[in-house]
């Protein structure tokens, strides 16, 4: 991984496995129960010395999508040269395999406790009535993925047990294939120790694409115990490489994804039949969503003034004015990006996965030579997929 301008060192150990339901769930729960295992239980005193003794370093676990799923267990470190300290970088080792393997003790108390814990909050989302109607519409488009639904979530959660969660990280998360990420000033002994400490399994590189199958365009209706009625629509597409992915984010800015873009300024500010209206890509799935929180009373007109902007974006493209517009807008995203270390690394990793060149500084370059006709392709190829439309009926 090349080396870069920050300070901090990460060292990172990331396990692929196979993407279902069930261990998309289960990943939930190892990001939150692994970390506070180690912070706090498997040998409290022994971790409060070493975080002592590495100037507030800090491990993290997170879990994730692409391609296939993964599991990073990551720790990040102060630059041993700065502190003069010339054994933080040892120290960091050892943590960072107490992180990964060091959980044959995790007992059922700790186990329940963080475990409902994490029901809660997935139980709270019901709570806001108008967020809660975008997850169930997530649900609808997506429950055919290896995404679960809210409700599968729930089920899979409450069910699980402390034996089924061990046999889960112990034979699926650290069975699975083993990619290291090693990113900041370090020296090429450190860099040397640590890929020799663990190791690193060979990758068979994956796809990150895939689509939904073709279907007639679905309309449904419900009511909400809420204030504001939510409009949420959705547009398939197929997306098979990093150029149409990047036409995909430009389109999206154009539509929906600015406080400069089509929608926003004709939905919101010229006809003022919502109180807020963005769209998003979702590059896992070739999909474009559409969300907008309106007046019940102004629904009817607000759902048919939001489809005829979008069929026109469909059929007759964009300008090249608003092309330059989204052009300057992607590149500055990806220049905020270029100042996260946590960026690189997850760039660095997709690479790894995918033997795609997903780096900032490639996109940078797909941005600036992607064309007016390219972008107005892709915007051709979107169909309608499926919308709801939550009408509120709270009068407070």
């Known amino acids: 991984m090349p080396k870069t301008r920050f300070k901090a060192i990460n060292l990172v150990a990331v396990f692929l496995y196979e993407p279902t339901k069930k261990n998309y769930v289960l990943a939930?729960?190892?990001d939150d129960i692994i970390v506070s295992h180690t912070d706090n239980h498997q040998?409290?005193?022994?971790?409060?010395?070493?975080?002592?003794?590495?100037?507030?370093?800090?491990?993290?676990?997170?879990?994730?999508?692409?391609?296939?799923?993964?599991?990073?267990?990551?720790?990040?470190?102060?630059?041993?040269?700065?502190?003069?300290?010339?054994?933080l970088f040892s120290t960091s080792i050892e943590v960072l395999k107490e992180l990964i393997y060091a959980h044959n003790?995790?007992?059922?108390?700790?186990?329940?406790?963080?475990?409902?814990?994490?029901?809660?909050?997935?139980?709270?989302?019901?709570?806001?009535?108008?967020?809660?109607?975008?997850?169930?519409?997530?649900?609808?488009?997506l429950r055919d993925t290896i995404l679960p639904t809210y409700q599968e979530t729930i089920d899979i959660i409450?069910?699980?047990t402390l034996d089924d969660f061990m046999s889960f990280y112990l034979n699926t998360v650290l069975k699975g294939k083993r990619v290291l990420l090693a990113n900041g000033p370090l020296t090429d002994d450190e860099n040397s120790i640590f890929f020799?400490?663990?190791?690193?399994?060979?990758?068979?590189?994956?796809?990150?694409y895939s689509f939904l199958e073709d279907k007639e365009p679905t309309l449904y209706r419900s009511d909400i115990l809420a204030l504001q009625t939510e409009i949420c629509l959705s547009y398939k597409t197929v997306i098979k490489d990093l150029n149409e992915s990047m036409a995909a984010n430009l389109a999206n800015i154009i539509l929906g994804g600015a406080f400069e873009?089509?929608?926003?300024?004709?939905?919101?500010?010229?006809l003022g039949l919502c109180y807020d209206i963005s769209s998003r890509y979702n590059r896992n799935f070739s999909l474009l969503s559409i969300t907008a929180g309106v007046d019940p009373k102004n629904v009817d007109i607000a759902y048919q003034e939001i489809k005829k902007t979008i069929d026109q974006f469909i059929e007759k493209g964009i300008n090249s004015d608003e092309l330059s517009l989204a052009k300057e807008k992607a590149k500055s995203a990806l220049l905020s990006r270029s100042e996260s270390q946590m960026s690189y690394i997850n760039d660095h990793l997709e690479n790894i996965i995918s033997g795609l060149d997903n780096s900032?500084?490639?996109?940078?370059?797909?941005?600036?030579?992607m064309t007016l006709n390219e972008v107005n392709k892709f915007i051709s190829t979107l169909k309608p997929y499926h919308g709801h439309i939550f009408r509120g009926n709270r009068n407070d």
């Not at 370093?57 to 003069?84: E, G, H, K, Q, W």
């Not at 020799?196 to 990150?208: A, G, L, M, R, V």
């Open 158 to 160: 409450k069910e699980t």
């Open 360 to 369: 900032i500084e490639n996109k940078f370059l797909i941005i600036n030579k």
């Open 196 to 208: 020799e400490s663990f190791k690193q399994d060979e990758i068979t590189h994956e796809s990150p």
């Open 105 to 141: 003790n995790l007992n059922i108390e700790i186990f329940n406790n963080r475990k409902r814990m994490i029901l809660e909050a997935f139980l709270s989302l019901k709570n806001d009535k108008r967020r809660f109607s975008r997850v169930v519409f997530s649900d609808e488009i």
């Open 28 to 30: 939930t729960l190892l």
């Open 43 to 87: 040998n409290e005193q022994k971790m409060a010395i070493l975080k002592q003794e590495m100037y507030g370093s800090r491990i993290t676990v997170a879990s994730d999508y692409y391609a296939s799923l993964y599991s990073a267990f990551m720790i990040s470190i102060p630059n041993p040269r700065l502190v003069d300290d010339a054994n």
């Open 261 to 270: 873009s089509r929608l926003f300024l004709y939905i919101r500010e010229e």
